[in-house]
């Protein structure tokens, strides 16, 4: 008996319905970031190993998927590793590729390999998968698609303005309603100079990056566990804990950081950032938020992450500035700073929300019947005009019984229905049904355009 087939865990197949969906996120994402001048490029689903290790944290590293190499992968292997199962050593001997973690370290290398070919500011787009070898669960999935838009060659803070502009846009399009926290990697490197452990900055941002997650006693454990002595913790907990609305903060942060010349440039560009947003005056509630760390090791400064309100899910929008993330591959003080939008997340939200429009631009929006080889010759002309008007339109390609053809019409959320038989031929008319309302009319092939377009 054949085997019943599978995907691996984590992954997803998508039917019609749901691309219909996907695309309409995909769509009206790239909309808005072509609107502010943003350019697509692709880059390659596998990198060499070389350039996605060490970019992201230990624990990012753990889950990058590694391809084995071509041909005799054991060839170059240490025998005394393989015998003693050092699985982690051995892997970076029979592998040398892995599919990319995220869109932002391909970035770099690209802008670094193609420094020639571009201006900068560099301001581009991308929309393709990733793959990380994460537990899957709701919300968390092993191959996924990212939207990320990034400008790299400037160190204005009018950029994260735009991006803060492009979420305002992007989920008043959607219709979702959401909040965007910030932060500044340089406020949370001050407060690890004022507690006395500047050293252990990454280890910090790493565990309060997780609070909502773990809770505070987990985070202030796991401190513990990296080697935070308890005066340092204790000191920790007013800072992340800060309460009163973005003024207040910033006020308090000033009082708290004075002494740290890193954590004031932070609160800086935080108070400019804040300062901008207020004269757009946009619709989008943006709260600063001590606790967001945002675990990747090369943001250096503005750090954003979105939550959706109305849904109880991790963050469907982040990102941040890095200001040499470029230098690990040669290319050094090119500062950049982008944002990266979690189709997968957004798709889960809309649709736990019904936010998704009834009928999209990729649905059929007509179908013809088909009643027999004479009566499709003529709705064959028709449909041709039909398409020309810019209308998604087909026939049913069999002069099968009209019960079928109308469950067909039903299945696909066909919204009308065409009926020419030979009384219609004769009389220069187009019998149509409006499947919601059961309303049926005859009109002219110019009506017919007309009201399916308004």
Same mark, same amino acid.
């Given at each position: 008996?054949? !085997?019943?087939?599978?995907? #691996?865990?984590?992954?997803?197949?998508?039917?019609?319905?749901?691309?219909?969906?996907? /695309?309409?996120?995909?769509?009206?994402?790239?909309?808005?970031?072509?609107?502010?001048?943003?350019? #697509?490029?692709?880059?390659?689903?596998?990198?060499? +190993?070389?350039?996605?290790?060490?970019?992201?944290?230990? &624990?990012?590293?753990?889950?990058?998927?590694?391809?084995?190499?071509?041909?005799?992968?054991?060839?170059?292997?240490?025998? =005394?590793?393989?015998?003693?199962?050092?699985?982690?050593?051995?892997? @970076?001997?029979?592998? &040398?590729?892995?599919?990319?973690?995220?869109?932002?370290?391909?970035?770099?290398?690209?802008?670094?390999?193609?420094?020639?070919?571009?201006?900068? #500011?560099?301001?581009?787009?991308?929309? !393709?998968?990733?793959?990380?070898?994460?537990?899957?669960?709701?919300?968390?999935?092993?191959?996924?698609?990212?939207?990320?838009?990034?400008?790299? %060659?400037?160190?204005?803070?009018? $950029?994260?303005?735009?991006?803060?502009?492009?979420?305002?846009?992007?989920?008043?399009?959607?219709?979702?309603?959401?909040?965007?926290?910030? $932060?500044?990697?340089?406020?949370?490197?001050?407060?690890?100079?004022?507690? %006395?452990?500047?050293?252990?900055?990454?280890?910090?941002?790493?565990?309060?990056?997780? +609070?909502?997650?773990?809770?505070?006693? /987990?985070?202030?454990?796991?401190?513990?566990?990296?080697?935070?002595?308890?005066?340092?913790?204790?000191?920790?907990?007013?800072?992340?804990?800060?309460?009163?609305?973005?003024?207040?903060?910033?006020?308090?942060?000033?009082?708290?950081?004075?002494?740290?010349?890193?954590?004031?440039?932070?609160?800086?560009?935080?108070?400019?950032?804040?300062?901008?947003?207020?004269?757009?005056?946009?619709?989008?509630?943006?709260? @600063?938020?001590?606790? @967001?760390?945002?675990? @990747? /090791?090369?943001?250096? %400064?503005?750090?954003?992450?979105?939550?959706?309100?109305?849904?109880?899910?991790?963050?469907?929008?982040?990102?941040?500035?890095?200001?040499?993330?470029?230098?690990?591959?040669?290319?050094? $003080?090119?500062?950049?700073?982008?944002?990266?939008?979690?189709?997968?997340?957004?798709?889960?939200?809309?649709?736990?929300?019904?936010?998704?429009?009834?009928?999209?631009?990729?649905?059929? =929006?007509?179908?013809?019947?088909?009643?027999?080889?004479?009566?499709?010759?003529?709705? +064959?002309?028709?449909?041709?005009?039909?398409?020309?008007?810019?209308?998604?339109?087909?026939?049913?390609?069999?002069?099968?019984?009209?019960?079928?053809?109308?469950?067909?019409? $039903?299945?696909?959320?066909?919204?009308?229905?065409?009926?020419?038989?030979? /009384?219609?031929?004769?009389?220069?008319?187009?019998?149509?049904?409006?499947?919601?309302?059961?309303?049926?009319?005859?009109?002219? +092939?110019?009506?017919?355009?007309?009201?399916?377009?308004?």
């Amino acid at each position: 008996m054949a !085997q019943k087939p599978g995907i #691996p865990k984590g992954t997803r197949d998508f039917s019609p319905e749901v691309m219909v969906k996907r /695309n309409y996120i995909f769509n009206t994402i790239k909309k808005v970031f072509q609107k502010y001048g943003y350019l #697509p490029i692709e880059t390659p689903a596998m990198e060499n +190993l070389s350039t996605l290790l060490g970019k992201y944290g230990e &624990e990012g590293d753990k889950l990058l998927f590694k391809i084995l190499n071509s041909g005799d992968f054991l060839r170059k292997a240490d025998s =005394q590793l393989l015998s003693e199962k050092l699985s982690d050593k051995v892997a @970076l001997q029979i592998s &040398e590729k892995g599919l990319r973690y995220d869109l932002t370290v391909p970035f770099a290398r690209y802008v670094v390999q193609h420094q020639n070919e571009i201006a900068f #500011p560099f301001k581009r787009y991308q929309i !393709q998968p990733v793959w990380r070898a994460d537990r899957p669960q709701k919300g968390r999935y092993r191959e996924f698609y990212q939207c990320d838009v990034d400008v790299v %060659g400037s160190n204005s803070l009018v $950029n994260e303005v735009e991006l803060i502009q492009i979420v305002d846009e992007v989920y008043r399009e959607l219709n979702v309603n959401v909040i965007l926290k910030l $932060n500044n990697r340089k406020v949370l490197a001050g407060i690890a100079e004022k507690i %006395g452990a500047p050293e252990k900055i990454v280890d910090i941002t790493v565990a309060i990056d997780k +609070l909502d997650k773990i809770g505070l006693d /987990n985070v202030n454990a796991e401190l513990e566990s990296k080697g935070l002595d308890k005066k340092a913790i204790d000191a920790l907990q007013p800072i992340i804990l800060l309460e009163g609305d973005n003024d207040q903060k910033l006020s308090k942060l000033r009082e708290v950081l004075k002494d740290s010349e890193t954590g004031i440039r932070g609160v800086e560009e935080l108070e400019q950032v804040f300062e901008m947003l207020q004269v757009l005056d946009l619709d989008l509630e943006t709260e @600063l938020d001590l606790t @967001l760390a945002r675990g @990747l /090791n090369y943001y250096t %400064g503005a750090i954003f992450e979105v939550k959706a309100k109305d849904v109880q899910i991790g963050s469907i929008t982040g990102g941040g500035r890095y200001d040499d993330l470029t230098g690990i591959f040669g290319l050094k $003080n090119v500062s950049g700073v982008g944002i990266s939008f979690g189709a997968d997340r957004i798709f889960d939200v809309m649709e736990q929300l019904g936010l998704f429009p009834e009928h999209s631009d990729a649905s059929v =929006q007509l179908l013809f019947v088909n009643f027999g080889d004479k009566e499709q010759m003529h709705c +064959l002309k028709l449909l041709s005009e039909i398409r020309k008007a810019g209308i998604n339109a087909e026939i049913y390609p069999d002069p099968v019984k009209l019960k079928k053809q109308m469950t067909y019409a $039903n299945r696909k959320n066909v919204p009308f229905v065409a009926m020419v038989g030979e /009384n219609e031929m004769n009389e220069g008319v187009i019998n149509f049904k409006d499947m919601t309302t059961g309303e049926q009319q005859n009109v002219t +092939l110019e009506k017919l355009i007309s009201i399916i377009k308004n």
